[in-house]
């Protein structure tokens, strides 16, 4: 088995190579090389990955509440937690409007 080099080395081609690959490019519809517009609308992988940021971000807390409404909302299933929110933020809405 051969030994895999820890250390990445690029190697860059010629400028008769790159005249080749960039010749070849233009010639296939479906590999053509992008262009100076696209490369600058690029963004790095990294800043795409996982949820957007909310603009009203929910806060950790540790609250106790009584079995039996604990019981109730796990009874309804998946996403128990998030009804559980809404219930208790439209008791806020409700209540902050009479004041």
């Not at 106790?64 to 809405?93: C, K, T």
């Amino acid at each position: 088995m051969s030994k895999v080099s820890k250390s990445r080395s690029i190697v860059m081609p010629s400028i008769e190579e790159d005249r080749a690959l960039v010749a070849a490019a233009k010639g296939d519809p479906d590999a053509l090389p992008l262009t100076s517009k696209q490369l600058k609308s690029m963004v790095p992988l990294t800043s795409l990955r996982g949820r957007p940021k909310s603009a009203n971000p929910k806060q950790l807390v540790s609250v106790r509440y009584s079995p039996e409404v604990i019981e109730y909302f796990r009874a309804s299933g998946d996403g128990w937690q998030s009804r559980m929110d809404e219930v208790l933020r439209n008791y806020v809405l409700k209540n902050t409007r009479r004041a």
